[in-house]
Nanobody, 123 residues
Framework: QVRLVESGGGLVQPGGSLTLSCVAA????????MAWYRQAPGMERELVAEISSGGSTEYADSVKGRFTISRENVKNIVFLQMNSLKPEDTAVYYC?????????????????WGQGTQVTVSS
């Protein structure tokens, strides 16, 4: 089995900072891209940031300059550093990994999701 577990969510004041982490564990052969999505009440889940196995990154326009995604490949961990937080950043944040399972098909790879962690930005 493969599991993604997020942590680091919580309540923070506007302008504050928060760092999320996600650990991928289980029968993993390799991890390709990892990403953070978020979903606010009444809205569709949206891509916030993603990072390739080589370290290239992409960000949603709404978080550029404020959020930073990074990863530690050896430990299968992805981080999301969130600075200058705004109330509109309030959402459940989900970790996503595009990966190859040990002994499984190499193409197409499989998508796995974490359970999500709540981030609330409020004064």
């Amino acid at each position: 089995q493969v599991r993604l577990v997020e942590s680091g969510g919580g309540l923070v004041q506007p302008g504050g900072s928060l760092t999320l982490s996600c650990v991928a564990a289980g029968n993993i052969f390799s991890i390709n891209a990892m990403a953070w999505y978020r979903q606010a009440p009444g809205m569709e889940r949206e891509l916030v940031a993603e990072i390739s196995s080589g370290g290239s990154t992409e960000y949603a326009d709404s978080v550029k300059g404020r959020f930073t995604i990074s990863r530690e490949n050896v430990k299968n961990i992805v981080f999301l550093q969130m600075n200058s937080l705004k109330p509109e950043d309030t959402a459940v944040y989900y970790c996503n990994a595009d990966l190859v399972e040990r002994g499984g098909s190499k193409w197409p790879p499989s998508d796995y999701w974490g359970q999500g962690t709540q981030v609330t930005v409020s004064s």
